[in-house]
């Protein structure tokens, strides 16, 4: 194959091969070149499932530990019971369909919110959306999480409760054990933990976002509008970039398919050489543009010259951008020679079925792929490419210049629909995936800290409502409400900063992987993690706060008048 065998010519980079790809697998499957628009990630599904698992598991946890917690309120209950005959099995039985109705009217509370919400959650998601009330299976899947649901919250404290002994019940001998005081210690770690992992998940996706908005990318992206489907006015397109060039709006245009954005590609082999060798190839971009590309994307030279269609001899030169200088290893590019083959060629090419192309410039490296890859090779070449229409134009005359190139069209190509877009919103649609990441991990942290939040609430009433008589005895000793709020707090804060400490390595690690996808990315800064600690640490004590405070300004004589 033109001297090389398929493996040499492989290894340069080049290939071509077809494969078979469902429909329905593109939108969440697929990374491809040229997609119809900016794909989903299945990826994403998974990760975004589990986190909303993680958020209803912390909403599990919460009953399980308030109503563990509030155990010796139903003690009597349970001890007479069985006195009277009652089985345990009944008493788990019991408790467990308690659970499921709480369960069940959370869901209808859930539904007429998610109801609400819709509208707002479609533009979020891009995609209109509208509730399955018809569907059998969306009822049947309701179904199964309220028992599901039910019996995951339910069942720790049912088999905790059922299992109470009646005698020492009755005697008030129930006390506490350790075991389950440090269990709710456990489950409050882990909930606050999965709040940790969010918030600093949610900062650091912002942040490769913004960095990826404001990162310098080799041309300018702001103030450039593409008319689409400039085939359609045929010999005329030409005629037609002119004429917009007589509106002083309009500051550069250029005719080329070709955009500095992820796109409609055109890969070739070059060499350094009249000979096709794996030493000597380079697979690279080739795009035909007109002599005004550069400077209506606003790039930059850094050797030599621009195209210009005024001199016959460009017809045969190219430009080169620094990665494919480093490439063919020149150290001063302008006015070396590059080949690439012309025609179809079976078998052994010969030096004759080169064509020799001259090297006048450098283009400085710019991104024309993702920020998830790396800038590769690239050339261009004065040609006709005249599927986009690219202008340039003033600040803050947007609506001004779509106006006057619909009018100029309509007057051109009557019968053809006019089409637009701009070019930072093409850049934008590159990352429009990560930007709902974004929104939605913020979503999903700002829901963990508030469902851990009203669980730390419950049970900092429940332990502030058992120290009654304590903080009495303490404030008729002398202490202050400051020193209370303290004493109430600290047990609860120590939890906090624990999980804390579990969830920076977890955090770290997870979008370490994250941004590894990307190319060009951020560092993982260390006060990312002390804001998502310093947030967990105020939310919590603001939490915990209101219940001690309270019980600390509570007159000492209410709770002791009775001893």
């Not at 998601?125 to 018809?134: N, T």
């Not at 339910?154 to 129930?174: C, E, N, T, W």
């Not at 005329?236 to 250029?254: C, D, G, H, W, Y």
């Amino acid at each position: 194959m033109l001297g090389m065998t398929i493996e040499e010519f492989e290894a340069t980079g080049q290939y071509a091969r077809y494969e078979l790809q469902p429909l329905t697998d593109i939108h969440l499957y697929s990374d491809l070149n040229v997609e119809l628009e900016a794909n989903g990630s299945i990826q994403y599904i998974w990760i975004f499932g589990a986190i909303a698992l993680f958020v209803l598991l912390i909403a599990c946890i919460n009953f399980m530990n308030l109503t563990t917690a509030r155990s010796a309120h139903r003690a009597r209950e349970i001890g007479i019971r069985k006195v009277l005959g009652g089985q345990r099995a009944s008493l788990i039985g019991q408790f467990l369909t308690e659970t499921i109705l709480v369960t069940a009217l959370a869901v209808v509370l859930a539904l007429a919110m998610v109801s609400l919400a819709l509208p707002w959650f479609s533009e979020l998601a891009d995609r209109p959306l509208e509730m399955p009330w018809s569907i059998p299976v969306f009822w049947l899947a309701l179904l199964g999480s309220i028992c599901v649901v039910g019996l995951l919250a339910g069942s720790y404290p049912a088999f905790f409760l059922s299992a109470f002994d009646s005698v020492k019940v009755l005697k008030g001998q129930l006390g506490k054990t350790a075991r389950h005081g440090i269990l709710r210690s456990v489950l409050v770690v882990f909930q606050f933990a999965t709040a940790v992992v969010l918030i600093i998940a949610t900062v650091l996706v912002y942040s490769q976002l913004d960095y990826i908005q404001h990162k310098k990318i080799g041309f300018q992206k702001d103030q450039v509008i593409i008319v689409e489907d400039a085939y359609a006015l045929g010999e005329k397109v030409e005629s037609f970039k002119q004429a917009m060039l007589t509106n002083p709006i309009v500051q550069r245009a250029t005719i080329s398919s070709f955009l500095p954005v992820p796109s409609g590609r055109s890969d070739n082999i070059f060499t350094s050489s009249r000979e096709m060798r794996q030493d000597n190839a380079v697979s690279m971009q080739n795009w035909r543009v007109d002599g005004d590309y550069l400077a209506t994307m606003g790039m930059e030279l850094t050797q030599g010259r621009f195209l210009d269609p005024a001199r016959p001899a460009d017809s045969l030169a190219i430009i080169l951008n620094e990665t494919a200088v480093d490439k063919f290893g020149f150290s001063d590019p302008v006015g070396k020679k590059v080949y690439t083959l012309t025609g179809d060629v079976e078998g052994h090419s010969d030096p004759e079925d080169f064509m020799e192309l001259t090297v006048i410039g450098v283009v400085k490296n710019f991104h024309w792929k993702s920020l998830r890859e790396n800038i590769g090779a690239l050339s261009m070449q004065l040609g006709r490419s005249a599927g986009l229409l690219s202008f340039r134009y003033a600040s803050g005359e947007s609506k001004n210049v779509i106006a006057s190139l619909e009018s100029k069209w309509n007057e051109m190509a009557p019968d053809q629909p006019f089409s637009y877009r701009f070019l930072d919103d093409s850049f934008a649609q590159v990352y429009r995936a990560e930007q709902r990441v974004g929104q939605i991990a913020g979503i999903f942290a700002g829901l963990a800290i508030l469902v851990s939040c009203l669980g730390l609430f419950g049970l900092a009433s429940f332990m502030a409502e058992q120290r009654t008589k304590e903080i009495g005895i303490r404030k008729v000793l002398g202490a202050t409400t400051t020193g209370i709020v303290a004493l109430l707090s600290k047990d609860f804060m120590k939890l906090v900063l624990i999980a804390l400490v579990i969830a920076s390595p977890l955090a770290w690690l997870l979008m370490r992987r994250w941004l590894q996808e990307f190319a060009f990315r951020i560092d993982i800064e260390w006060w990312v993690f002390v804001l998502a600690g310093t947030v967990a640490v105020v939310v919590a004590f603001l939490t915990m706060s209101v219940q001690s405070v309270r019980a600390a300004l509570a007159n000492p004589v209410e709770s002791l008048k009775n001893e």
